[in-house]
């Protein structure tokens, strides 16, 4: 399979755990992007990677979240103290450059409970 | 802010009829590519159809076709001869050199 895979889909935790989610990008994209989507609304941009630099993170993530992307190859979010208005989904996306379509996963779905 | 903007939460067509999305960005940059994708119920986003905003010429995809108006930053999708497997959210996004940005979706409704 040569898609954007992500793991887990599907995570549940209580509140004031740490989570982490890994996404594996389509080879020699260079391009990964973070991006966090509640139910009926468009995908927020999180934070994104040119190869294992991290160029930017919204300013609408708290301290909380962090993300890496060593070696430029797959990526880890981690969201500590996990707080219920966390509960999302969790969007993984490559691209092979910036002008070139995004390739998303499938998610992770997180209930914070 | 360099935002993008779906002016309609939901619309609604019948089958084989045509439908047009709207979508109204900002940027600052002149050189960008817009995007528009569709996420079927099971979640994953797919890619509906791509313009770079220095081409005049509007894309096309089969039964899928775009109208770029770069002036007034507008570019809409228009599904002609809609069918049952087009029900789904619908997402334009523009990328420029920075990160790729998304509205808040239509949500297209196929009445059979």
């Known amino acids: 399979d040569t898609g954007v895979s992500q793991d887990p889909r599907h995570k549940i935790t209580k509140r004031g755990q740490n989570v982490t989610f890994r996404c594996d990008p389509i080879?020699?994209?260079?391009?990964l992007y973070w991006y966090r989507q509640t139910l009926g609304q468009g995908p927020e941009f999180l934070t994104y990677?040119?190869?294992?630099?991290?160029?930017?993170k919204s300013r609408l993530l708290s301290d909380r979240f962090s993300a890496e992307r060593p070696k430029g190859s797959f990526s880890t979010l981690e969201i500590q103290r996990t707080e219920q208005g966390d509960s999302a989904m969790y969007l993984c996306?490559?691209?092979?450059?910036?002008?070139?379509?995004?390739?998303f996963g499938q998610g992770t779905r997180l209930t914070v409970v | 802010a360099q935002t993008v903007t779906q002016s309609q939460p939901e619309m609604s067509v019948q089958e084989a009829e045509t439908v047009t999305l709207s979508c109204t960005y900002d940027?600052?940059?002149?050189?960008?590519?817009l995007f528009w994708y569709k996420q079927p119920p099971s979640r994953q986003m797919i890619l509906v159809i791509r313009?770079?905003?220095?081409?005049?010429q509007n894309a096309t995809e089969n039964r899928f076709s775009v109208n770029f108006q770069k002036a007034a930053k507008s570019f809409s999708l228009k599904i002609s001869d809609s069918q049952l497997g087009d029900a789904a959210m619908y997402f334009c996004?523009?990328?420029?050199?920075?990160?790729?940005?998304f509205g808040q979706g239509t949500r297209l409704t196929i009445n059979p």
């Open positions: 996306a490559s691209s092979l450059t910036s002008a070139t379509e995004a390739f």
């Open positions: 080879s020699e994209h260079n391009r």
């Open positions: 990677f040119q190869n294992e630099a991290q160029l930017e």
């Open positions: 940027t600052s940059e002149s050189d960008y590519y």
């Open positions: 313009q770079e905003a220095y081409k005049q």
């Open positions: 996004a523009r990328q420029g050199a920075q990160k790729l940005v």
